[in-house]
């Protein structure tokens, strides 16, 4: 099993659709929990943090449920700039190295 | 610019030759860290430094590779007798102290591609 699962994409949606990202994670461990976004040809660059309470920022909305080791990416009224590679990324406790699933790519048509 | 920056970008080499890539971090991050991404897959972790010492290494870093960060400043990565294997993105990342290694400030990439 991977250590970090994510959908597999790609993710065609319409500007203005919601769309959701899930990620499953394997080792109980872990403690910090992040979205990345990736742009064709470019490198990654942390899209938000997951908190155990949830959070919000603007249109993105993450989750972490720990007993089940799922996190998910809620993206409201998706614009075409939200066109990307959606990377689930996960840090466990004492290591500063980060686990990267696959990720999912996100196309946003007009 | 004041981000990470990486050199050369891209790498064209032909199988068992050598080749060396250098990562210059946002000046003060003392953590850096060596990541490969192959198309379709996320960057996997290579090796990092704290400073001058190089913590941690990945099992996928096999003998052929090497990586140095001698002053605690600027990293090289060294890939000795390439495989065709080895083509890939590889990608650099910085974080300073406070962070704790959680929010990771990546550099452009230098693509090598082995003929």
């Known amino acids: 099993r991977k250590e970090v699962e994510q959908d597999p994409g790609p993710f065609n949606v319409p500007e203005g659709a919601t769309v959701a990202f899930n990620c499953t994670y394997s080792n109980s461990a872990s403690q910090s929990f992040f979205w990345y976004r990736q742009d064709c040809r470019k490198e990654p660059k942390l899209l938000m943090s997951?908190?155990?309470s949830g959070n919000e920022d603007g249109r993105f909305t993450a989750q972490l449920n720990r007993a089940s080791q799922y996190i998910s990416l809620l993206i409201r009224d998706s614009k075409l700039s939200d066109s990307a590679t959606y990377l689930c990324?996960?840090?466990?406790?004492?290591?500063?190295?980060?686990?990267f699933g696959k990720g999912t790519m996100l196309l946003v048509s007009p | 610019d004041t981000g990470v920056s990486q050199d050369p970008r891209h790498k064209i080499t032909k199988r068992g030759q050598n080749v060396t890539f250098r990562c210059d971090p946002i000046?003060?991050?003392?953590?850096l860290y060596w990541y490969r991404q192959t198309l379709g897959q996320g960057p996997e972790f290579l090796t990092y430094f704290q400073n001058e010492a190089q913590l941690e290494k990945s099992r996928l870093l096999s003998d052929r590779f090497s990586a140095e960060r001698p002053k605690g400043s600027f990293s090289t990565l060294e890939i000795q007798r390439t495989e065709q294997g080895d083509s890939a993105m590889y990608l650099c990342a910085s974080s300073p102290r406070t962070s704790g290694g959680n929010e990771q400030f990546f550099g452009p990439g230098t693509r090598l591609t082995v003929l």
């Open positions: 990324v996960v840090n466990l406790s004492g290591y500063s190295t980060l686990t």
């Open positions: 000046s003060e991050h003392n953590r």
């Open positions: 997951v908190y155990s």
